[in-house]
């Protein structure tokens, strides 16, 4: 088993272990000083132009967060400022599903990407990384009604209900960001990648829980505007994070929408820059629009609806009695009578049954290993439900231990066997237990026979909340779902190391100094062998327009970057960003 690291912030130490699972460790000696400069770069370009449109103060909120721009954070950076408001921060392997995202925001933990963008996709990429997460994220987490918001989000989140469709979206979504970031990818496969993840994208039928809340989610912490529609300011994540769209997401062509519930109605492509913008007033709006869609949230409702939907997520959910037990597993079939109530409900498989998210001893996966099957309603003539039945009530109505009895049940449901025991937990009766047992119907459907063993019959006159997952977290600890495909690492040539090399150098220049002479050869290295670098030589002209004996030297540098630009014109927009942070002589403050 792999050693778990809580970096002393009590918010990681508290995660339960079927989270632990996706964590990674972070590496951070695997970044190079290529990686490095990459962050550097896109952090000084985010401050040039953030500082006049973020929500936050860029530098204070970088600075609570315990980044810098620098160089790329440590994960005990980042929970050493956090603990400050009560979060933690952890790493991951690119995307992990979305409930799972969600349950680590319950907790208040940031999950962060690894990795980092290629140089190549430094403008933008569809993959997670720790560009995104961290500098994205983590500086407006300080805000006390932002983190309150994504910690509602997290929490309701572990509720929602997804589809087996969900699962297909995100697998294809995960396997293409993995893609996006290989170097010399066969466009090919990167074609058949982006089609399937359109396909499922059109495909997904009526949008499940996950689904819309991954839009409201979508629309509020990755793509967030806020303030007044006309001169909105940036919170959205994905937005702080991407130096291209950050600017151009301000433009009359990007329409802005007021920030309602009927966000969760539009979609979204991962991959491309997105045609509208929501713009809330206020974070308290993102909390009251969550207020309203969580009332229309199966755990808040319950019923017929809800339990069709966990039998469409084919994967383990947790239907609550009105009696409170909780019965967790993969629903299969549910009975209706006249009125659409619900009369009779089925797992198949693993399940368990617990009480206020705690399992129930002797009712556990192994003793429930083939499924649980159970009728939902009043007894037919009763005077009050039969969860509420005391003792001496089942005495009164001869429902009486090691006796065998009948129940009929309004919805036409009839129980006979042997019953053999009672469970109540805090007064109520949540179990009654039969040998010898038969449970038909009216129409002379046979639900259960007793050569099938005991029988545990669920008490409840109706199912008041269904959400995915188990009730009791530790129960299916080993059937939570992990991609089988990590992401890709980088294997790095004799080539690529020469230009880290020289990149670790322009940085210990930068951080000791040295004598003015090696700018140079640090210089004619990389025009001598890197005949498609830009952002090597950004570095080195920045050091040497600010000496007056370098003034050779830089304007070389110029003439080189502009060379550059004319010649690789994806290098145009990325070389005339740089070189304007350096001709206006910034000041990161």
């Not at 396997?175 to 990648?193: F, G, H, T």
């Not at 709006?285 to 319950?302: C, H, K, P, W």
């Not at 997952?469 to 992401?487: C, M, N, R, V």
Request: charged share 20%.
């Amino acid at each position: 088993m792999k050693t778990f690291f809580d970096y002393q912030n009590e918010q990681v130490a508290n995660l339960p272990l079927h989270l632990r699972k996706y964590i990674v460790e972070q590496e951070y000696d695997k970044y190079t000083p290529v990686d490095h400069a990459v962050w550097r770069y896109v952090m000084r370009q985010n401050y040039s132009y953030l500082k006049n449109v973020a929500y936050y103060p860029y530098i204070p909120g970088l600075k609570k967060a315990g980044l810098t721009i620098e160089k790329i954070p440590s994960l005990q950076e980042i929970n050493n400022a956090l603990v400050a408001i009560n979060w933690g921060a952890v790493t991951v392997d690119g995307f992990i599903p979305p409930a799972a995202f969600m349950e680590f925001q319950a907790y208040r933990v940031l999950v962060i990407a690894a990795d980092i963008r290629q140089l190549e996709h430094i403008e933008y990429t569809s993959a997670p990384d720790i560009i995104h997460e961290s500098a994205g994220h983590a500086p407006i987490i300080s805000d006390t009604k932002y983190n309150q918001y994504l910690s509602y989000l997290g929490k309701i989140g572990t509720k929602a209900l997804f589809s087996s469709k969900d699962y297909e979206l995100y697998e294809s979504i995960r396997a293409l960001s993995i893609l996006k970031e290989m170097p010399n990818v066969n466009k090919e496969d990167l074609a058949k990648a982006e089609a399937l993840v359109l396909y499922n994208q059109q495909n997904l039928g009526t949008p499940s829980e996950m689904a819309l809340l991954s839009r409201l989610q979508w629309w509020s912490v990755e793509y967030g505007l806020i303030g007044d529609i006309n001169h909105p300011k940036i919170y959205g994540a994905g937005l702080l994070s991407s130096i291209g769209e950050s600017a151009s997401c301000m433009q009359a062509e990007v329409k802005k929408i007021n920030y309602t519930i009927d966000a969760l109605k539009v979609g979204y492509d991962i991959t491309k820059e997105q045609p509208q913008l929501f713009v809330t007033p206020t974070f308290q709006n993102l909390i009251d629009v969550l207020t309203q869609f969580e009332s229309t949230m199966a755990y808040r409702v319950g019923g017929l609806e809800s339990v069709l939907k966990a039998i469409e997520c084919k994967n383990i959910c947790t239907a609550v009695f009105s009696s409170g037990l909780q019965l967790s597993g993969v629903f299969s079939k549910v009975y209706a009578d006249n009125n659409h109530a619900i009369k009779y409900i089925n797992t198949q498989g693993l399940s368990s049954l617990a009480f206020k998210d705690q399992l129930i001893e002797g009712h556990d996966v192994n003793y429930h290993a083939h499924g649980f099957g159970s009728p939902v309603g009043k007894l037919k003539d009763a005077t009050k439900s039969l969860e509420d039945y005391t003792p001496s009530d089942l005495l009164s109505a001869g429902i009486i231990v090691d006796h065998v009895i009948a129940l009929a049940f309004n919805n036409g449901i009839v129980v006979e066997g042997k019953l053999v025991g009672q469970t109540y937990m805090e007064n109520k009766l949540v179990l009654l237990s039969f040998a010898d047992c038969k449970v038909t119907d009216l129409e002379g459907n046979v639900f259960f026979e007793p050569a099938w063993g005991m029988f545990d019959m669920a008490i409840g006159d109706t199912i008041i909340s269904v959400f995915n997952g188990s009730a009791d977290k530790k129960t299916f600890e080993d059937q939570l779902h992990i991609s089988e495909q990590p992401t890709h690492q980088q294997k790095y040539t004799a080539k690529d190391l020469q230009y880290q090399s020289l990149f670790k150098q322009i940085r210990v220049y930068r951080e000791q100094g040295k004598s003015d002479d090696s700018l140079n050869e640090i210089w004619q290295q990389i025009k001598k062998d890197f005949e498609k670098d830009w952002l090597g030589t950004m570095e080195l002209l920045e050091l040497a327009d600010t000496m007056p004996t370098q003034k050779v030297l830089a304007d070389a540098l110029r003439a080189q970057l502009k060379i550059q630009s004319e010649k690789y014109p994806a290098f145009s927009k990325l070389i005339k960003d740089g070189l304007k942070i350096i001709d206006t002589k910034l000041k990161f403050e």
